[in-house]
């Protein structure tokens, strides 16, 4: 199976300020060492040992998170030496040397499990990310992702969308107005939903309003929302839906993306494409630590 390729650079990965990535790194190096450290390094390896590793695919994908693995070696040794020999975003096959670390054996080994945690599920993230965005190739559909990701990883996990070449949707609940199902059932209707949100919201917070007919569309469409999601609609009402809309909003399809049906749902003509398998559900990318001779 060859790696994914978009075909094109991915001048838009951006990762995430190590304000933000550090502290996750951390907790998960805290977790691992727990009360004693590592008591089996510690007591096999000698102090003063040095060595040296590469980081390696076993697998084909798409490569997120030698950031965080990078993050995990320097915590717990700021001496160890780590140089990624390709940048996050790269398409690679089995057996890529992804980055060597070098440096006391100790402390490799002390931060070997973490690292490949992160990169192993960063990685996955951005594989199947690929995947969804080579399906719809030669539309106009970009794929984005959800709130739908691991509590405490939404960072890093948006951060590997992008490494996919998707793009993202919400960080979180004050990025921008939602209406769902739920909020529409609560505020006793989409019009009282979005006179509200009006009367609260500041001039640069979009309102996105989530139907699940045609009828809602027609109401939402009528009230002027930035966005609409099609939640769980058929190829055919997604294709009227983009003829009834005529540009007037941005549209969102949702619901039963997979790689059998993506491509239809985008040749329907929406604008997005919102997948949460791609975070919650990713496959882990099969990446191993290797010490060198």
Request: charge should be negative; glycine fraction near 10%.
């Amino acid at each position: 199976m060859p790696p994914p390729d978009l075909g094109l650079a991915l001048p838009f990965t951006r990762p995430p300020s190590p304000l933000l990535l550090e502290p996750t790194v951390r907790h998960a190096l805290e977790e691992d060492l727990g009360r004693a450290g590592d008591i089996t390094s510690e007591l096999t390896v000698p102090g003063g040992q040095s060595a040296k590793a590469v980081l390696v695919t076993r697998t084909p994908g798409r490569i997120a998170g030698l950031i965080a693995a990078e993050a995990a070696f320097r915590l717990v040794e700021p001496a160890l030496q780590f140089k990624a020999v390709v940048p996050d975003g790269s398409g690679v096959a089995s057996g890529t040397v992804l980055a060597t670390v070098e440096g006391p054996a100790r402390a490799i080994l002390t931060a070997e499990r973490v690292a490949l945690n992160f990169l192993g599920h960063l990685a996955g993230v951005a594989t199947a990310t690929a995947a969804l965005v080579q399906a719809v190739q030669g539309t106009s559909a970009r794929i984005v992702c959800t709130r739908k990701t691991l509590p405490g990883l939404r960072t890093l996990q948006k951060y590997a969308v992008r490494c996919g070449g998707g793009f993202n949707h919400r960080f979180g609940l004050d990025d921008a107005a939602m209406v769902k199902d739920n909020h529409i059932a609560a505020a006793g209707g989409i019009a009282a939903a979005v006179e509200r949100l009006r009367a609260g919201l500041g001039h640069m917070v979009k309102i996105e309003v989530e139907v699940d007919t045609l009828a809602q569309l027609e109401e939402a469409l009528a009230l002027g929302v930035d966005t609409i999601l099609l939640d769980n609609m058929s190829l055919e009402d997604l294709r009227r839906a983009v003829a009834m809309t005529k540009g007037r909003a941005v549209l969102e399809a949702s619901g039963n993306v997979t790689l059998a049906t993506v491509r239809a749902i985008a040749e329907t003509g929406v604008d997005y494409i919102s997948s949460g398998v791609i975070t919650h559900s990713a496959p882990n990318l099969d990446v191993a630590l290797d010490f060198q001779a």
